[in-house]
């Protein structure tokens, strides 16, 4: 386990072809962080549990904790540093910012790409779908309510634009 | 121009979260950057033999194995900023004794795994009622210096057991006693018609902010130490640092980072670790807790048992409260909630006679920390749930209950002091004709709904801020206060309100110690009351100087100007004008005559701003699993004015979701050697999106005096009366009282059982 050598993975970055150099233990979430200075991915505890370091895998929401850097070869990963198109927020972000759902923010990112996968899957969910698809990411500040009514809202909105 | 005060607007930090732009502590690049990681002690209670580094030193990457004699550390004291690194004696389970630093943070975990600590077990004192009983083995071993003066004062007949006839004895734990008492309570109690008592427990909880502890430290080419921290406060972690390292304040600089939540849980507990670490191996070191540590090794909010007793007349008028608090203060020795719970058992109520004693034991636990509205929500627990009985008992509603026995403003509290005007009536009157409320008596089996009443009495802290125009015309306030709520939100409403621009033209940046106007932490829901007067009155300061020069400008008396959307007119005349933009244009440039537009302003507030809240809880009982389903909930809360309704709203929403977390899922539970059995998410359950139902937010405005724009600090007092409203509900739902928070479905079922 000690001095391991490195190993080269090269994979898509919201859009972009890299490689990163990461040990065979390393994490998703420590090769988008130090590797590539993503610090949208944080990290909030350490047994998969938060949701904190959740990115799009594919187009589908993981715990960039719950697999290795390795694993992630040849597959495209997005984090909320690749949503905003030319500094424009993507409506999902910008439903976050209007309907309160964030304070501290630190869940934010990890909220965010979870509710892109949900409504990927489901255009327009209820209440109840939308409670249930953020049950694996915990936020302490908001009572998860201007969130979920975030997620509505982008619903509403990305049906109003054809998007998904 | 359209008042900016009180209009729901977006925090102006939202973009940058939302796009991942935001860097938290962890977040920042540093050139040259080590990695601590801790070894914490697996004993709850040992001395310390030996700390062997083992193979941790031939590991790659690792720099140094650290033990407190490692550390330039001042010396003197056996709290968490003197003693960051166990000396001898280990005294909870979780304490740092050693930190591995290494070039990565792999690399450093791997070290920390190699190093060996030998222990000599001594007895862990864990269960807070034993600990209290006189001849307890002690959770913490006395210095000689302690001995002697207890061997002093029992020669010269003043032991603490002697001090009063009617205190009852005790163990050396106790760390701290207070009583508050008036009348005579006993007599009252037996002339009371009804009397209601019960002894209610509730468990250590923990902050659960989703951003771990983390500090970065380095010496700067002057040899000034420099933090950067996930902090609530800047100047009160220069102090301890200073303090601890025994450094002059000006050789440190505090720069406290953008917090990923705190409530209570971020003052200057890690930092002295970074900064010793940095300061022993003279490179930045970065100290980031994984969640396990910030579990097992941080500073989570006390357990407490409350024996109360409370007595009424048949008309309802409440007559006497009897009370006994034991604060389980953990390792910390230093400071606690035993003044502030035993004032809040109290209530909000007139009391004839009243006996309340509080005491301060020492386990061998965390060393306890704040948690948003430290010790309120077990005392608020114990009184609104006796209450509550008083009132079926006598066949009363118990909002009357309660509106009957309410303090007025001038009616002295326990602790002394008047309370100033508050809203707690009000917010009672609304809950009464909240759709909740109004449907409790057509609700099929099982159901209930229960009602409370909190309050957080607030802080004062002087505080300043400073207020500037640039030269393209906005507004730039500059504060020291950690934004852990939205305040600097607030702030740009405030300076707006008072400067005369729109607020989207006003910046707020924090400042650091080296420069910042002085705020105190974040916390007390103080911020927005002291220090946004202060931006108030710097931004009137500013405001002045605005309309001095365009006074020489427009050739008018500064007296017959309005500002308003920017623009300075004349007061009548508003062709005579000139824009913000255009004086700051001519003032700030070379041979000027105009001082530039700037104002600092202070406050220094001698009255609280106590915000009270109402919780209503409409709950369904499975009686199969003992589950508490929450149908319906809403909190009504007094905020004196809402600067901005949309981030109140998020203080109610948030404080309430944390309030269901102590009423029904949250313990941090040791065994009986002092092993922490939820130290994880996994086992630790903080209320999910899931768990909780809609909350409905009903806002009062009661002003305070002497806040801006009659502005309160609101953060605290929503999470307050939760447990008692939903332990309520259930008894009205079930008739069964649960005593003991958390109410988890084993209890409840276990109750409704008995």
């Known amino acids: ?164 | 121009m359209s008042d900016p005060i009180g209009v729901r607007r977006p925090r102006l930090d939202g973009p940058q979260k939302a796009s991942g732009q935001t860097r938290y502590a962890a977040d920042f690049l540093v050139p040259g950057l080590l990695h601590a990681r801790l070894v914490l002690s697996y004993e709850a209670h040992a001395l310390v033999r030996r700390i062997d580094p083992g193979a941790a030193l031939d590991l790659p990457g690792v720099v140094a194995v650290l033990v407190a004699s490692d550390l330039p550390l001042a010396g003197a004291g056996s709290d968490r900023a003197a003693e960051p690194l166990a000396r001898e004696e280990v005294v909870f389970a979780g304490q740092p004794v050693a930190m591995v630093v290494a070039e990565t943070e792999a690399q450093a975990e791997d070290g920390a795994e190699a190093v060996v600590v030998e222990y000599e077990p001594l007895p862990a004192v864990i269960d807070l009622e034993q600990a209290m009983a006189p001849g307890a083995p002690l959770a913490r071993r006395r210095s000689e210096k302690e001995e002697t003066a207890d061997l002093e004062s029992i020669h010269a007949g003043s032991s603490a057991a002697a001090a009063a006839e009617d205190e009852e004895p005790v163990s050396a734990n106790v760390l701290k006693r207070v009583r508050r008492q008036e009348g005579d309570v006993a007599e009252a109690l037996a002339a009371s018609e009804v009397v209601c008592s019960g002894t209610f427990r509730t468990a250590w909880v923990y902050q659960a902010y989703l951003e771990p502890q983390v500090a970065t430290a380095w010496i700067d080419p002057d040899g000034t130490l420099v933090v950067s921290t996930s902090t609530q406060g800047a100047f009160v972690t220069r102090s301890e640092l200073s303090r601890a390292l025994g450094l002059p304040l000006d050789r440190v600089r505090v720069r406290p980072a953008p917090l990923g939540g705190a409530f209570g849980g971020k003052f200057a507990l890690i930092e002295p670790l970074a900064a010793a670490a940095a300061l022993a191996l003279r490179r930045p070191v970065r100290l980031a807790l994984t969640r396990s540590e910030d579990f097992a090794a941080t500073n989570p909010a006390p357990a407490q048992i409350m024996d109360i007793r409370v007595g009424a007349r048949r008309d309802g008028t409440l007559v006497a409260l009897q009370a006994r608090i034991v604060v389980d203060r953990g390792s910390n020795a230093g400071w606690g909630v035993e003044d502030t719970t035993s004032v809040l058992i109290a209530g909000l109520y007139r009391w004839q006679a009243y006996d309340i004693r509080a005491y301060a034991v020492q386990t061998n636990r965390f060393p306890f920390g704040a948690y948003r509205a430290p010790g309120a929500p077990p005392a608020t627990f114990a009184i609104e749930s006796v209450l509550d009985e008083v009132a079926q008992k006598l066949d009363l509603d118990p909002i009357e209950l309660r509106l009957r026995n309410l303090v007025q403003e001038g009616d002295v509290s326990v602790n002394g002091k008047p309370f100033p005007e508050l809203g707690a009536r009000q917010c009672l009157e609304r809950a009464r004709q909240h759709p909740i409320w109004q449907r409790r008596r057509q609700l099929p089996a099982d159901e209930g709904v229960g009602v409370a009443l909190g309050y957080w009495p607030g802080g004062t802290e002087p505080a300043a801020a400073l207020c500037r125009v640039d030269a393209d015309g906005t507004l730039t306030v500059v504060t020291s206060a950690v934004d852990m709520t939205g305040t600097d939100t607030g702030f740009a409403v405030i300076a707006a309100a008072a400067f005369g621009l729109p607020p989207e033209r006003v910046r707020v940046v924090s400042a650091d110690t080296a420069f910042g106007p002085y705020a105190g932490a974040s916390g007390g829901s103080k911020i927005t009351y002291t220090v946004g007067r202060a931006v108030q009155r710097a931004a009137e300061a500013a405001r002045r100087k605005l309309l001095e020069a365009a006074a020489e400008e427009l050739e008018i008396a500064p007296s017959d100007l309005e500002v308003a959307d920017g623009v300075v007119r004349a007061v009548g005349a508003p062709d005579r004008s000139i824009t913000v933009e255009e004086l700051a244009r001519r003032t700030l440039r070379f041979g000027s005559r105009h001082e530039p537009i700037e104002g600092h302003g202070g406050s220094a507030q001698t009255s609280l701003a106590p915000s009270a809240a109402v919780h209503l809880a409409h709950v369904r009982v499975d009686r199969d699993t003992g589950e508490i389903e929450l149908v319906d909930y809403a909190v009504v809360q007094d905020v004196g004015r809402a600067l901005n309704p949309a981030l109140v709203e998020g203080q109610m929403l948030g404080g309430a979701a944390q309030a269901i977390g102590w009423a029904l899922y949250e313990e941090l539970a040791h065994d009986e050697q002092g092993q922490l059995l939820t130290g994880s998410f996994l086992d630790y359950a903080i209320p999910t999106a899931e768990r909780l139902p809609r909350i409905d937010t009903v806002i009062v405005e009661v002003p305070a005096p002497d806040g801006p724009f009659g502005a309160k600090g609101i953060g605290e007092a929503p999470v307050v009366a939760g447990p008692a409203a939903i332990a309520n509900a259930l008894a009205r739902a079930t008739g069964v009282r649960l005593r003991r928070l958390p109410m988890t479905a084993p209890r409840v079922w276990a109750a409704l059982a008995a």
Request: neutral net charge; hydrophobic residues 40%.
């Open chain 1, 1 to 164: 386990m000690r001095a391991e050598k490195t190993i080269t993975t090269r994979l898509a970055v919201n859009g972009q072809p890299v490689a990163v150099e990461v040990e065979p233990r390393t994490l998703l979430v420590h090769a988008l962080r130090e590797g590539l200075d993503l610090t949208s991915v944080h990290i909030g505890c350490d047994t998969s549990q938060c949701g904190a370091c959740t990115v799009l895998l594919d187009g589908r929401a993981v715990k960039s904790c719950s697999l290795l850097a390795v694993q992630a070869e040849g597959r495209a990963v997005m984090t909320v540093e690749g949503l905003a198109a030319d500094g424009e927020l993507h409506p999902i972000q910008r439903a976050f910012v209007e309907h309160h759902g964030l304070q501290c923010g630190f869940c934010t990112p990890g909220m965010i790409l979870t509710s892109l996968d949900l409504l990927a899957r489901h255009p327009r969910p209820d209440e109840k779908t939308v409670r249930r698809a953020l049950r694996g990411n915990l936020c302490r500040c908001t009572g998860y309510q201007p969130i979920v009514d975030s997620v509505l809202a982008a619903a509403a909105e990305l049906a109003k634009e054809g998007r998904r």
